[in-house]
């Protein structure tokens, strides 16, 4: 494709017309890919979308700096980069720490770079109390009176997200307990305290018997209208 559009340019000028080749075109096709950035990416395991914010990560570090990173002062570099913010500057931080790692365990640099940490503000979340819990509760009425407050409860007491909980199927459950599949796929086994195990009880045997008589085959834990499980958003 670039040999293409090199040939086609140079057609078209030796037959009078001037076109010119857009500049970030141009670059890409003299410079090419950073090659120790698409191996480095080779190596690691990681999702799609990862991948794709590390390599434009590591290419515009390139671009900055140059092909070579050897001796490069990275206090001055990081502080040039400032305005990007502190949640940005230390995910920087990160993806360069495991590069030049992979570059000075092959040899590319002669000594691999050691960073001053960056301090990430910490948002604390705010835990309601037992008093706008039980407000919360009395609010739970309506048409799926049992199943809100079976989640409300299930909420509170095992601390789930709640794309967990919305993911929850008949077979998570395991005596009084959950099986749940978090982050990363990785499973945990969550007990449930007593309360929310007699709000679960009460939606299982009241609830979920009639709003699965419209869809006897759906397995969630948790059904909303039609019988179909609940979704996030």
């Not at 690691?44 to 390139?62: G, N």
Request: with cysteine; glycine share 10%.
């Amino acid at each position: 494709l670039c040999l293409g559009i090199k040939y086609y340019q140079t057609l078209i000028f030796t037959r009078g017309f001037q076109w010119k080749m857009p500049a970030r075109l141009e670059r890409s096709i003299t410079q090419g890919p950073v090659t120790p950035v698409i191996d480095y990416l080779d190596s690691l395991c990681v999702a799609p979308s990862t991948r794709f914010r590390l390599k434009s990560e590591l290419k515009r570090v390139h671009r900055d700096l140059g092909d070579s990173l050897e001796g490069v002062d990275w206090s001055l570099y990081l502080a040039k980069r400032k305005e990007q913010g502190r949640k940005s500057l230390y995910e920087l931080v990160c993806v360069l720490r495991g590069y030049l790692k992979w570059l000075g365990e092959r040899g590319v640099i002669s000594t691999i770079p050691e960073f001053a940490p960056i301090k990430q503000s910490v948002r604390v979340r705010r835990i309601p109390g037992q008093k706008r819990f039980s407000r919360l509760m009395a609010d739970s009425e309506g048409l799926y009176k049992q199943r809100n407050r079976a989640i409300c409860e299930l909420l509170y007491s095992t601390g789930l997200r709640v794309g967990e909980l919305a993911s929850l199927r008949l077979d998570n459950l395991e005596g009084k307990a959950l099986r749940v599949r978090g982050k990363g796929g990785r499973e945990r086994r969550v007990p449930i305290g007593n309360r929310a195990w007699v709000a679960l009880l009460e939606y299982m045997n009241g609830e979920r018997l009639r709003l699965s008589r419209k869809n006897p085959l759906e397995t969630d834990l948790f059904l909303g209208f039609g019988g179909r499980g609940l979704s996030v958003g």
